[in-house]
């Protein structure tokens, strides 16, 4: 069964610090990956995906994300973090194009100024 | 980019009642559309997958009979909460697939808070 983790119920940083939200993901196959965030009492917005190819995929705002097949890692990083990037972060994967996406239970990031 | 509506983005009603939300891809066609509920500060866990002209498939554990949902457009879905109860209330989001090939992005609407009184 396919499944996605995310470790850390929240992640705290000060505003100017990079940041990195985690993700580990189990699925049978080659893996589909995506991050999304949720801003309070909005849909999904998509930040970036990984399909196939080089193993760091650089998204939306600034965000980035390195896929490590080895480690079955997704994480979610930016250089700089922003007191707008506070939000819920959604990790997911599937196995095959176009199937419903399995969702990580979230994280929330709060950056300070 | 491509662009998912859903109507209405927030409902109340009372206990016993039926709701309808529609979830619409505006540019875009979609044979296959995704319906999730997302609990307060908690992951989106998919209820069916909705596909065009074809009986919506239901996850485990989701009633077919209180959730009913049609598919009857490339760019429209419905899931209608029959005889709804408190515990219906949540934040129920759908997605859409781009049908395009080479596209196996989901699109997300931006979510309907159904409270039921």
């Known amino acids: 069964a396919q499944s996605v983790a995310q470790p850390e119920d929240q992640v705290n940083v000060a505003e100017g610090n990079p940041l990195t939200v985690k993700c580990t993901y189990s699925?049978?196959?080659?893996?589909?990956l995506f991050w999304y965030v949720q801003y309070p009492n909005r849909g999904l917005q998509f930040l970036l995906k990984y399909i196939t190819g080089d193993n760091l995929v650089k998204g939306s705002y600034g965000f980035e994300a390195e896929f490590n097949k080895s480690q079955t890692s997704f994480h979610l990083k930016k250089p700089s973090a922003l007191v707008s990037d506070s939000a819920l972060y959604f990790c997911a994967v599937t196995n095959q194009a176009g199937t419903a996406l399995i969702f990580g239970k979230g994280t929330t990031l709060s950056v300070s100024s | 980019g491509a662009v998912v509506s859903q109507h209405p983005s927030w409902v109340i009603c009372k206990s016993g009642t039926s709701v309808k939300i529609e979830c619409r891809s505006l540019d875009f066609q979609a044979t296959t559309m995704f319906w999730y509920r997302q609990f307060p500060k908690q992951s989106l866990m998919l209820m069916a997958t909705s596909n065009e002209g074809s009986k919506a498939t239901y996850e485990q554990g989701v009633e077919k009979d209180k959730f009913l949902i049609n598919h009857a457009s490339l760019t429209l879905s419905t899931l209608t909460v029959t005889s709804a109860h408190p515990e219906d209330s949540s934040f129920y989001i759908c997605?859409?697939?781009?049908?395009?090939?080479?596209?196996?992005?989901?699109?997300f609407g931006p979510g309907t808070r159904l409270t039921v009184l």
């Open positions: 699925v049978s196959g080659n893996p589909y």
């Open positions: 997605s859409a697939r781009d049908m395009r090939v080479g596209l196996n992005e989901q699109f």
